[in-house]
C-alpha cells in the first residue's frame, strides 16, 4: 500500500501562489461589486461589504426551509436551514458571506443521484440550476466551456448540436458538471481516465467569495486538487473541457462463463476502446460488453427486434424484477434470490446483442431502481483475486445478493484524490436493491466487500456507500496530506463541511 507523503514543505509554494492570485481574482470581502450578473471578473467600488442581517434581508431566498431533501436513492436526506438557488455570482457571494458571519456551512446539491450524504447539510443548500449554460464553444478545436449547474444530459445534447461529443461518460447522465467532477465520476475504457481528465480549466470560488481560475499551467497545484475535491475546496462555477467530434458507437454484448473472465481479463480490458463486463452472483456466468467509435454497425439489427427486445426488457427487466425481488425481501424469503438471479440472467442476458448509436445514448443505460451502491477501485492486477475474494465472501457467508456485479475498467491519472491516482484501476461495484422502497439486509455483506478491497490497495468511489476515515485515506492517498493542507487554506473556517466531510478530514 502506498504511503503518504510525510513532507509539507513545498505547501508553503502552493500557498504562496494562491496568496499571489489574489491579486488577479475578485474579491467580494473588499470588492462587493467586482462580480455582477454579467459574471465577468472587473473593478468595482470600495465600500463596506453589507452585514449579515442586512443580506438576510435583501435576498428572498434566505427564508427559512421546512422542506426535507432526499437523494434519489431515497436512503439519505437532511432538512438544511435555507435552500438557495442563485441566479448569478454575486448572489452565491453574498451566501457565503452571510453563511460565514452566522457559523453556518453550506453544501451545493446537484441532481442527488449520489447514494451517499456527500451532499447533506443542515445548513445552506445551494443549487446551481439556473448556472446551466454553455458559454462558449469551438468545433473545430473541440475546446467547450460551461457552467458547473449544467446537467449532463442537456450537455449532451448541446454538443451534439455542435457536432461534438464528451469522449466517456458513466453509466447515466443525470448528474450535473459540478457534482461528476467533484466526486471523481468514471466510465470504462483502459485508454480512458475518469471524466475529469477532460477538464482543461475551472473556475473555483473559495469560501470567502474569492474566484480562482486554475489549469495546468494556472496554480497547477489547486487544478490537481480542484478536479476531484468533494466540494470540500470550494463551489464549482465554469469548467472547461476539451470534447471530441460526435461519434456513434457499435456495442456488441455476449455471455461468457465467469472462469473465462478470470482466465482473460487482460484480453477483455484491451479487447475493445470501451469493456466492462457484470458478473451474476449465485450463477457462474457474466456478460461482457464491448463498444469502438464507427461508422458502421458490426452486426445487423432488426428494427423490429429491437423494439421488441426493448419491451421484453423493461416488462422483464424492471417491473417483473423488481416485483420478484420485492417478494424475496420479505421474511424467509431470500432463498428465492439465487433463483431469481438465474431465471433473469437466463432471460435477458444468454444472447449476443449488439447496438450502435451516438455515444452517449450507448454509454448510459437504465440502472433500474432504488438501490443500495458500492464501488471500489483497486489496481488492475488485482481484479481477478478481488473477485474470487467476492464470489467466497457471498458462497461462505450465505449472502443472498442481487445482479449485478459490475466490473470497469479506467485509465490512471495524477488528479490528488481521484481513486485512479498512480495507475490503472478496475472498478468493481456491488448493488443491493430497494424494491418498491422495501429495505433489505445489505450491511453485513458490504462491509465484508469494503474490508475485501481495503486489503488489496482499494479506494472508494468517492459518491458512493463507503466506511473510509482520515487514516485510511491517508495511508492510500500520496497527496493527502497535500490536499488537506490545501483545503485548510482555502477554507479555514469549514464552511463547506459537513458530516461526510467531517469524517475523512477529521484525524481524531
Partial sequence: MKKAKADLSHIGTVVNNLDKAQDRVAIYESRPNALVEGDDVGVGGHEEPPRSDQLFSQLPSFRLNTNTWTNWAEIVSCQPSYVHTPENVREIQQILQFARAKGENVRVIGSGHSPSDIACTDGHAISLRHFDRILSLDQSSGIVTAEAGIVIHALNEKLRE?????????SISDQTLGGLLATGTHGTGIQFGIVATTVLSLDLMTANGEVLTCSRTLLPELFSAALCSLG??????????????????????????????????????????????WWFPHT????????????????????????????????????????AYWLSAHKGMDRMVPYINKLFRRLLFSNTTAQFDLSYKVFNFDCLFKQYVTEWSIPFEHTRIALL????LIDTEGHKVHFPVEV????GDDIWLSPCEGGDRTYIGIIMYRPYGKEVPYQSYFDGFCKIMSELDGRPHWAKTHNWGFNECQKSYPRWNDFVAMRDKLDPEKVFFNSYLEKIFNQF
Avoid at 162 to 170: C, D, F, M, P
Fill in 162 to 170: 455542435a457536432k461534438l461529443a464528451l469522449s466517456n461518460l458513466g
Fill in 232 to 277: 470540500s475546496l470550494g463551489i464549482i462555477l465554469r469548467v472547461t473541457l476539451q470534447c471530441e467530434p460526435l461519434f456513434h458507437l457499435d456495442a456488441v454484448q455476449y455471455p461468457l462463463p465467469l472462469h473465462s473472465v478470470m482466465l482473460d481479463l487482460k484480453r477483455i480490458a484491451n479487447s475493445a476502446e470501451h469493456a466492462r463486463f
Fill in 284 to 323: 457462474d456466468y457474466c456478460v461482457v460488453w464491448t463498444a469502438n467509435r464507427s461508422a458502421n454497425r458490426s452486426l445487423a439489427l432488426n428494427p423490429v427486434h429491437s423494439k421488441l427486445r426493448e419491451i421484453k426488457n423493461r416488462a422483464i427487466g424492471y417491473y417483473s424484477l423488481e416485483a
Fill in 389 to 392: 475474494k467476492l464470489k467466497r
Fill in 408 to 411: 470497469r475498467f479506467v485509465k
